[in-house]
């Protein structure tokens, strides 16, 4: 059984910083791509970051470019989210997800954690 738990979700400031953890067990992260989407209230979900197995690529939506930055600890088979620069329109609940190709795509993720809340107040 793979399960993904998100933490690091919080209230922060305009301008601040937090990093978002995605734990597993069940699976091997090193072996798979894994990728970060976010749910604003009333509004669909939409795709944040990926990266690699490898950890050589990664991508990021045009919203979070410059300010966001994914890896992986593959000792700790956990991905991380460093998120800088933040704006209340970051506020959202961010998932994370795994599956076997990094790509802006939910369909493509086939095991998704919980969810972790992130509110950035102006």
Same mark, same amino acid.
């Given at each position: $059984?793979? $399960?993904?738990?998100?933490?690091?979700?919080?209230?922060?400031?305009? #301008?601040?910083?937090?990093?978002?953890?995605?734990?597993?067990?069940?699976?091997?992260?090193?072996?798979?791509?894994?990728?970060?989407?976010?749910?604003?209230?009333?509004?669909?979900?939409? /795709?944040?970051?990926?990266?690699?197995?490898? #950890?050589?690529?990664? =991508?990021?939506?045009?919203?979070?470019?410059?300010? /966001?930055?994914?890896?992986?600890? =593959?000792?700790?088979?956990?991905?991380?989210?460093?998120?800088?620069?933040?704006?209340?329109?970051?506020?959202?609940?961010?998932?994370?997800?795994? #599956?076997?190709?990094?790509?802006?795509?939910?369909?493509?993720?086939? =095991?998704?954690? $919980?969810?972790? $809340?992130?509110?950035?107040?102006?």
């Amino acid at each position: $059984q793979v $399960q993904l738990v998100e933490s690091g979700g919080g209230l922060v400031q305009a #301008g601040g910083s937090l990093r978002l953890s995605c734990a597993a067990s069940g699976r091997t992260l090193s072996s798979y791509a894994m990728g970060w989407f976010r749910q604003a209230p009333e509004k669909e979900r939409d /795709f944040v970051a990926a990266i690699s197995w490898s #950890g050589r690529n990664t =991508y990021y939506a045009d919203s979070v470019k410059g300010r /966001f930055t994914i890896f992986r600890d =593959y000792v700790k088979n956990t991905v991380y989210l460093e998120m800088k620069s933040l704006k209340p329109e970051d506020t959202a609940v961010y998932y994370c997800a795994t #599956g076997n190709i990094a790509v802006p795509r939910e369909s493509e993720y086939d =095991y998704w954690g $919980q969810g972790t $809340q992130v509110t950035v107040s102006s």
